[in-house]
């Protein structure tokens, strides 16, 4: 059984830059959601897909978009990026089966500096 | 406004003494309660949950007590092992908001030999 992997482990931008972030679900499971790990920080929710479709969002502006394709990979697009937005992004996969919460599995991460 | 906290940053614990990790919640709709370990350069990895309709569960070294009255959980870790030193979060589930985790920011737990 393959885990969470996302890619790439590091990345540097700079201000006003637009960046794509990936991540490859857990075998057999089908929704995706993404955090945003600042520093010193938990871990915040950005959104989540389910069936390639957005199924919730945090409190996130637009300019931070996603993609979860039929093979249930997903992606995090974020734009005219900011110096704050330098953190770790965290992508975690389930399986949902209607219970009232499907335990979420975390990939190691992807590093974004915003110089 | 922080619904989820844990608010000691660090806590420092002698192997083999129990490990008391605590967290405080906002949100009275919360229905789940986890806590996560995290090691540096690895995502979090779940340990273990407590649904809001008890007040204990436990697994192997490791006891969530969750007292909803004073919107209170905790995880004890018994005995406490080198390899538990990492960052502990708490985290909630539900509350009537999005389907995401509401993290607290972490306790960093080392284990004294």
């Known amino acids: 059984e393959t885990g969470v992997t996302q890619s790439p482990t590091h990345l540097i931008k700079t201000r006003g830059q637009q960046v794509t972030l990936r991540c490859s679900s857990q075998s057999g499971h089908n929704t995706v959601s993404w955090y945003q790990q600042a520093l010193g920080q938990g871990p915040q929710f950005i959104f989540q897909?389910?069936?390639?479709?957005?199924?919730g969002r945090g409190n996130f502006p637009p300019r931070f978009s996603g993609l979860q394709f039929p093979n249930y990979s997903s992606e995090l697009n974020v734009n005219a990026l900011e110096l704050d937005d330098s953190a770790l992004y965290l992508c975690?996969?389930?399986?949902?089966?209607?219970?009232?919460?499907?335990?979420?599995?975390f990939g190691p991460g992807t590093r974004l500096t915003v110089l | 406004d922080q619904q989820v906290k844990q608010n000691s940053p660090s806590l420092s614990v002698q192997e083999g003494r129990i490990s008391i990790l605590n967290c405080d919640y906002t949100?009275?709709?919360?229905?789940?309660f986890l806590w996560y370990k995290k090691y540096p350069a690895e995502g979090p990895t779940f340990l273990i949950s407590?649904?809001?309709?008890?007040d204990k569960n436990e697994d192997g070294r490791f006891t969530v007590f969750l007292n909803k009255s004073a919107k209170h959980l905790s995880l004890h870790i018994v005995p406490s092992q080198p390899g538990d030193s990492a960052v502990y979060f708490c985290a909630s589930w539900g509350g009537g908001g999005a389907d995401g985790l509401t993290f607290g920011k972490g306790t960093h737990l080392i284990i004294q030999p």
């Open positions: 407590i649904s809001s309709i008890k």
């Open positions: 949100n009275s709709m919360f229905d789940y």
């Open positions: 975690a996969s389930s399986l949902d089966i209607g219970l009232s919460y499907n335990e979420q599995f």
């Open positions: 897909y389910y069936r390639e479709e957005e199924n």
